[in-house]
């Protein structure tokens, strides 16, 4: 009879860790689906174009990939576009307090690095971007499988116009 009664209870504890894990796991995916970086998380892949300060434009391809913390309320992104003659590579680690966000960035093959800040909420992101002699506008805007980057400046890189889908 004791080891029915330590069986039933080994079982309901392993249910309820199970049931906690499931509740665990639910709560972070809610929270994601619901942040303000909802809809971002994955990878993505697309074409575009930039426009050079020496007035040309060039077709890109890009990869995209989204890490959004289980929280929902922080976001680790890189951005790989090339051209037949042009690349950057971008990344940035952005957190959230509410629809405000802030954090810093950097494109590895200039070593350029900086802070930025904007909003984020409704599968939109606004940031404004900035280093030492740089600043730009980005914006990101997400609905269901399909994403569109723009990125303005007066550097180097006046323009960048990209839709990726979700891969």
């Known amino acids: 009879m004791k080891l029915l009664g330590s ?3 080994g079982q309901a504890l392993r249910a309820v860790g199970v049931g906690a894990a ?3 796991s639910a709560s972070a995916v809610h929270a994601q689906a619901n942040g303000p970086f909802a809809g971002f998380a994955g990878s993505w892949t697309g074409t575009g174009t930039v426009a050079l300060s020496n007035g040309t434009t060039e077709r890109i391809r890009c990869k995209a990939d989204y890490k959004v913390a289980p929280s929902g309320m922080s976001l680790k992104q890189s951005l790989h576009c090339a051209s037949d003659s042009y690349k950057f ?3 940035s680690d952005v957190t959230s307090q509410g629809d405000r966000i802030s954090g810093n960035w950097s494109e590895a093959s200039r ?3 900086g ?3 904007g909003t984020a909420g409704g599968g939109r992101i606004d940031v404004f971007v900035e280093a ?3 600043a730009a506008n980005l914006n990101l ?3 269901g499988s399909k994403q569109v980057v723009q990125i303005d400046s007066k550097g180097e890189i006046r323009g960048v116009s990209i839709t990726m889908t979700k891969s």
């Open 7 to 9: 069986s039933l209870y």
């Open 22 to 24: 499931l509740m665990l």
């Open 89 to 91: 590579d971008l990344s």
């Open 111 to 113: 070593n350029i690095f």
């Open 115 to 117: 802070n930025l800040q």
């Open 132 to 134: 030492s002699g740089f």
């Open 141 to 143: 805007q997400t609905n």
